[in-house]
């Protein structure tokens, strides 16, 4: 179908040269304390490790005040962050907003941010092994919060095909298991992500998002400083280091680390739990047991695209 041609109007340039203002200035953002965090990691105490084998994902949980790091171990690989209050799972990582506040890609200093009402930091970047990448000659950079995460609905309209590792059902099938869910009530709690270690960006000719081989390798890692009780779960996605594609079984993947450490020097005081009412009802009761129990999951039924395999 031939599209219309529009004639630019006569004043385009100039309208074109108007200046861009920034949505959230963020001079008035209330600031970690990264002097007491800096010093703080050098007193860090492993406390617990979680290996997240290559197209699969693992939970972790990670109390108010420690620190976490996310391991390259083996090769290349990148991976797909979700992260939850750990006493109230409806308090999740809200991508969009971190993305307004920092930028499509964040690093040390940055903060992840809740869900509203809460909309509050979840974690802070501590250290970040990556930090010298930059931005490349294509607009890429790493860690971003621009993607949503592989999914299978998404690889069936574009393939036809069916495949149940995409990082939203590995996130799934982990949040299941650690919280005794079902599948359908799991995945509606899988959210954006953090795509740790990725390295992407925006075609300058047509906007699209795009992907490139992450410059990640064996020993970085990035670090976190954990504001309230966190669950995380982290997806070793099934694209390895995403150079080529990102939901297949072709890509060479490997396992990610994460580490749990506790600080012995003191770390700044944390922000104040929001008052939220507590909701009633049989879908709340099932939220705050999921949130206290870390036992397997019973078996249960597969989602509609979801499968435990």
Known sequence: MRMNRITPPPDADARRAIAPVICYPTATLPAPDMPKLLAARASLQPTGEVLVPPRDARCFRVPAGHFFRIHSVEGPQVGDLNLFNADDLAERFYSGKTRALHGSHITTGARMWSSFPALRP????????????????????????????????????LSGGEYHHCCHSNLTRALAAETGMGLHEAEAYVHDVLNVFMCTGFTRDTGQYFMKASPVRPGDYLEFYAEINLLGALSACPGGDCSAEHSSDAAACYPLRVEICAATASCPPRPCQTAIPEATGSRAARRRRACRSVAPAPPCSLGARISRA
């Open 122 to 157: 979840m974690a802070t970047l501590t250290h970040d092994t990556l930090a010298w990448y930059g931005r490349d000659a294509f607009g890429g950079a790493v860690h971003d919060v621009i993607g949503t995460r592989s999914d299978p609905y998404t690889h069936k309209l």
